[in-house]
């Protein structure tokens, strides 16, 4: 950010006590209470719109962040040098344990929660915040191109590191996977009602245990798209830390199937989420994009831990196309 934190909050109705550095973002100390302030890349439009979203979601009973409106009314502030910044209300409390069972499978049912409430949101829903239908397929389109091109860079090289020799050696396995699931969903179009208002980048560190309360935060990424694909970024993340344990994972899909039912099409769609290598991907494209000289250990470590997940991995999945067969 280059602009200071305290020009910026000159454009609102409040008193400056404190400003301290959070994560992207400064913590606000304010006469009316703690704020923070975050860089904001979208447009007025899309701002007016997550305003006007996380209004509802709050008269709908939920746990939200607060955008504050300028001194002008304006969702968003702008800087000397043109970078824009929103202003939110916070919750004081902690993130989400991913050591703790109740505490993920209560995120989980939140989540359901929030895509009954989002889904009875009169408002137009702009173009601008609509997924293309078929995104999620365009999406594993460019990540196997990426993919591709890694692997004609590494064999490209005469001496190869480990990581690289590490990922030439399963980079067909894992290939394979990603096309069988890339295939699949070219036949596939989605039908009314899975898609709706989503979070975007629903994960345990911006679910806030706050007392009794359960809040949603950083709705940056949101979009309007297929609802399952909070569930299974939140899952994915999760069976991974806890080695794509099945009861684990039967345990989500049932919370959160409580709360919202889901559809034999939303199911087949959450496998399909889940079945992709995304991990692969991640870290290969990590790789390619940084300092390839200096091979970083945590690259090598994290490769191969997902490796060495794999026979669990199939498991859950072999157990979850149950459920769309």
């Known amino acids: 950010m280059y ?26 100390d304010t006469d009316r209470g703690q704020k923070l302030l975050k860089e904001y890349r979208g447009s007025t439009s899309r701002a007016e719109f997550l305003m006007g979203m996380l209004e509802h979601l709050r008269r709908q009973g939920l746990c939200v962040e607060t955008v504050n409106r300028t001194k002008e009314g304006m969702p968003i502030a702008v800087g000397e040098d043109e970078t824009k910044y929103i202003l939110y209300d916070t919750w004081n409390g902690s993130e ?48 196997n191109r990426e993919l591709n091109k890694v692997k004609n860079y590494i064999r490209a090289k005469k001496k190869k590191n480990e990581f690289e020799l590490l990922f030439i050696g ?31 980048d629903y994960n345990q560190h911006n679910v806030i245990f706050s007392g009794k309360e359960i809040a949603v ?42 709360v919202r039912k889901l559809s034999a099409q939303e199911l087949r769609y959450l496998y399909l989420y889940m079945a992709y290598p995304e991990k ?23 490769l191969e831990k997902f490796i060495e997940q794999e026979n669990e991995r199939e498991q859950f999945l072999e157990m979850l196309s149950h459920f769309t067969s």
């Open 3 to 28: 602009n200071r934190p305290e020009e910026v909050l000159e454009k609102y109705e409040l008193e400056v006590k404190a400003v301290s550095r959070g994560r992207e973002s400064y913590i606000c």
């Open 280 to 302: 692969f991907w991640k870290i290969a494209n990590h790789y390619y994009n940084a300092h390839k000289a200096w091979i970083s250990g945590r690259n090598i470590e994290k």
């Open 217 to 258: 935060v950083h709705f940056d990424s949101f979009a309007y798209q297929i609802r399952v694909s909070d569930l299974a970024n939140f899952m994915r993340k999760m069976m991974e830390k806890h080695s794509w344990n099945t009861g684990l994972g039967l345990d989500f899909i049932r919370a959160y199937d409580k």
């Open 170 to 200: 399963q980079y067909e396995r894992y290939m394979q996977k990603a096309n069988l699931v890339t295939e699949q969903l070219r036949g596939m179009q989605p039908e009314p009602g899975i898609i709706g208002f989503c979070h975007g």
């Open 96 to 143: 989400c344990d991913v050591k703790k069972r109740e505490e993920m499978i209560g995120a989980v049912k939140k989540l359901a929660e929030l895509h009954n409430a989002s889904s009875t949101y009169q408002g137009e829903i702009p173009e601008f915040v609509k997924a293309n239908q078929n995104a999620l397929l365009f999406l594993y389109e460019k990540h």
